[in-house]
């Protein structure tokens, strides 16, 4: 009979900084039509994304989304259930999902229907 000998590997603590960025989780949700009109009154650009928990495109966004928080501070970022807030998309004409809508200074200035990351942010460029 032979006996196998079990030696344990040399165990080293693994440490890993994270560094926590802004990301789609910290994009603010408007869950009111008084919210959502107060949040667009500034005078800078709004982007709001219009989105349903159920929606695998609007799912796929959000890493894109991260990345224009990111890219972008001086724009505000807002998100809209459609199921929670029909009203809000009512009022922005929105009929799929997902929808970018961006708003200066109370005005709605245009969409971008679709996940389209690069038309998002060509859009952020040209208004802002």
């Not at 009111?32 to 495109?57: H, N, Q, R």
């Amino acid at each position: 009979m032979f006996r196998t000998a079990i030696t344990p590997l040399a165990i080293r603590p693994v440490t890993r900084t994270f560094v926590r960025t802004k990301g789609y989780s910290s994009i603010t949700k408007l869950a009111s039509m008084a919210e959502f009109e107060s949040s667009i009154k500034a005078s800078g650009l709004s982007v709001v994304d219009f989105y349903a928990t159920w929606c695998g495109p609007c799912k796929a966004m959000a890493p894109h989304l991260s990345k224009l928080v990111q890219e972008y501070p001086d724009v505000d970022f807002y998100k809209v259930d459609v199921d929670e807030s029909p009203e809000i998309a009512q009022h922005c004409g929105v009929s799929a999902m997902p929808t970018f809508v961006y708003a200066k200074g109370g005005k709605l200035l245009g969409k971008v229907v679709g996940a389209n990351p690069n038309g998002i942010e060509q859009g952020i460029k040209d208004l802002k």
